[in-house]
């Protein structure tokens, strides 16, 4: 699909709907989410490139 050509797909390993993952990974809904703002944001960076000089 033409419409899709820059999506990209971003697995939280063990992740429910809600992106939470079991006690046993030994990772935090919070790690989980930051882990999430990041993968965003490097995304978005790559879509849209920031001009410093506006």
Do not use: C, Y
Request: overall charge negative; charged content about 25%; aromatic content about 4%.
């Amino acid at each position: 699909m033409t419409s899709l050509q820059t999506a990209a797909l971003h697995e939280i390993d063990d992740g429910d709907h809600s992106f939470k993952v079991p006690k046993r990974t030994g990772r935090t809904h919070e790690e989980v989410l930051d882990e999430l703002v990041e993968t965003t944001v490097a995304w978005l960076a790559q879509q849209v490139p920031i001009n410093p000089e506006g």
